[in-house]
């Protein structure tokens, strides 16, 4: 696993929630290691993202402090650092800056692809992202038959991601 671009993954990640959240004038925070909208996140967004391996136990008690609060359940947390289910940051060392400007890898997410032939724009999304940004990696997260589509573009599986969808 290539730690330093795993870090770089998530933390692009949480870069991009916060700008997509702030967008729509959220407010967000960075504390304890987490990024954390306070608002009701838009849909596929999570509310929380790790963004250190640090202080696991400062961490939990930020995210407990949120489940306490107001906030309309249901709501997520991806936890790049700590989690161990089958989801996996994906990279490959050909792409570029973050899309958020805030690191040296561009992220994409949230791809939908119609049907019955939009699996054929995967690879054209992939191949326009590498040529506006060429020279740093592309990041995301994918699981299942989507990380196999992935990989089969050149991507690699780099590191776990949870994610923790909270209903009480």
Request: proline fraction near 7%; charge should be negative; charged fraction near 25%.
């Amino acid at each position: 696993m290539t730690t330093d671009l795993w870090a770089d993954a998530v933390l692009d990640n949480a870069a991009w929630c916060d700008v997509v959240c702030r967008a729509l004038g959220h407010t967000t925070v960075r504390q304890e290691g987490l990024w954390m909208d306070l608002d009701p996140a838009p849909p596929y967004y999570p509310n929380a993202v790790t963004t250190s391996s640090d202080d696991r136990a400062a961490q939990l008690a930020a995210i407990e402090r949120m489940l306490a609060g107001p906030l309309p359940r249901p709501w997520t947390i991806k936890d790049g650092f700590h989690g161990r289910l089958d989801g996996r940051i994906v990279a490959v060392a050909v792409a570029s800056r973050s899309a958020a400007g805030t690191g040296p890898v561009v992220g994409i997410s949230n791809i939908v692809l119609g049907e019955p032939d939009g699996e054929r724009y995967r690879g054209a999304l992939i191949d326009a992202v590498r040529d506006a940004f060429p020279g740093l990696p592309l990041v995301g997260y994918e699981r299942g038959e989507d990380l196999e589509r992935m990989i089969g573009l050149g991507l690699e599986a780099v590191g776990p991601l949870r994610v923790w969808i909270m209903s009480r």
